[in-house]
């Protein structure tokens, strides 16, 4: 998939034991007619029953459970992170997410979940529906179907077509921030930052739904990249405030995160990408400011996803964008088990229940630091749900 300015995605004889062979000793032969002599049996001692021993309760099997959606089994990635372990704990709830990104596509995987949310793209000639901002968050333009495949992976239903999303009970709030060029200019996404939250935007209708969990498969434009933003940093710090997490790629430049808009901001869960093999591929942004990583693949390897623009109705895309959305919908199980998490429990149980990385890190240079490890949402939600994990 081309980068993005936004993707950011025995032997027969007798043998005695020890193989050694049983000496048999001869029996003398008795004259003609001479009865063999009657030896007395000895008195056998009565044997005493056993006490009843109750047997060991057997364990129960852990109940299991697999998706019947005809993508599902090439859906790698969610081997990689544990998720049918997890599907044994909690198969989700209505989590309501927000994906800020090309906006809204009614995608069959979705029905009665999505929301067409509101259009922030101030810029008409990049807006490409001729009116700027507005309460219509259509994608459009030839990037149109990276916002759709981010919420499936998400949310997408076990409806036994298509793929199978990670919370498949997830509600999804579509926010527009990216122009038909699929970029996103600072002001967009800071009022759709704001607006997602439930956050008040002036001249903005409020947000009939708003979120726990915004998902930022994306960086801002028109901006150097050499730092956070500062008019992000307010919206994130707003919308953190107001106890709902925010999670974004770290962007596909392989370069350092910290340089990026959110990526480099504080109050984000910045994701990176590995392959299937839990390594970073060369795309994929690092740094201190990453907090895990989750699979994003790579060209040829990418992540199965539904689509309704895609050839047969799928894709396969790589990229940070793609991680992203695997850490969002594991969050949103984790707040699907327990609603009152907060943002920084929710980053602590995703971060600190990580798998590590196979040889110790992402990469052969440990500057070019993933994280803590490998999404993990079995790990995660065991420690949530497990009493003597909570002490």
């Not at 032969?29 to 001479?34: H, V």
């Not at 309760?57 to 859906?75: K, N």
């Not at 921030?177 to 009022?191: K, N, Q």
Request: hydrophobic share 40%.
């Amino acid at each position: 998939m081309p980068r993005l300015p936004l993707l950011l995605l025995a032997t027969a004889a007798l043998l005695g034991a020890g193989g050694h062979a049983i000496r048999l000793v001869p029996i003398p032969a008795l004259p003609p007619g001479t009865p063999a002599p009657v030896q007395p049996l000895p008195d056998l001692p009565v044997l005493q029953p056993d006490p009843v021993r109750p047997s060991p309760p057997t364990p129960a099997p852990a109940p299991t459970y697999a998706p019947r959606d005809p993508l599902y089994p090439r859906q790698w990635s969610l081997q990689a992170i544990h998720i049918p372990e997890a599907w044994t704990l909690t198969r989700g709830g209505p989590v309501t997410v927000a994906v800020l990104d090309t906006g809204f596509v009614n995608s069959p995987e979705l029905t009665g979940r999505v929301v067409n949310g509101y259009d922030f793209v101030r810029d008409v000639t990049r807006a490409g529906d001729g009116t700027g901002r507005d309460a219509d968050a259509t994608a459009l333009g030839p990037y149109a179907y990276h916002g759709e495949v981010v919420a499936n992976v998400i949310a997408a239903a076990h409806d036994g077509r298509g793929m199978a999303g990670i919370n498949p009970q997830a509600k999804i709030v579509h926010v527009r921030v990216a122009g038909t060029d699929g970029m996103i200019d600072v002001p967009d996404l800071v009022d759709g930052l704001k607006w997602a939250a439930g956050l008040s935007v002036p001249g903005v209708p409020a947000n009939p739904n708003p979120a726990r969990i915004l998902n930022l498969s994306l960086y801002a434009d028109f901006i150097p990249l050499t730092r956070c933003d500062a008019r992000v940093q307010a919206a994130l710090d707003a919308v953190t405030s107001r106890g709902v997490l925010v999670v974004a790629g770290a962007a596909n430049d392989g370069k350092d995160a910290a340089g990026y808009s959110p990526a480099g901001c504080r109050n984000v869960l910045t994701v990176t990408s590995v392959r299937e093999q839990g390594t970073r591929p060369a795309y994929a942004n690092w740094g201190r400011t990453v907090a895990l990583a989750a699979p994003g693949g790579e060209q040829g390897r990418g992540i199965t996803v539904s689509s309704v623009s895609g050839p047969g109705g799928e894709r396969s895309p790589d990229g940070t964008s793609m991680a992203a959305p695997h850490v969002t919908g594991v969050a949103s199980l984790l707040l699907a088990a327990r609603a009152t998490l907060t943002p920084a429990q929710l980053r602590d149980l995703l971060t600190r229940n990580t798998t590590p990385f196979a040889t110790g890190g992402c990469d052969p240079d440990p500057l070019k630091s993933c994280g803590a490890g490998l999404l993990n949402a079995q790990a995660a939600l065991n420690a949530l749900l497990t009493p003597t994990a909570r002490k």
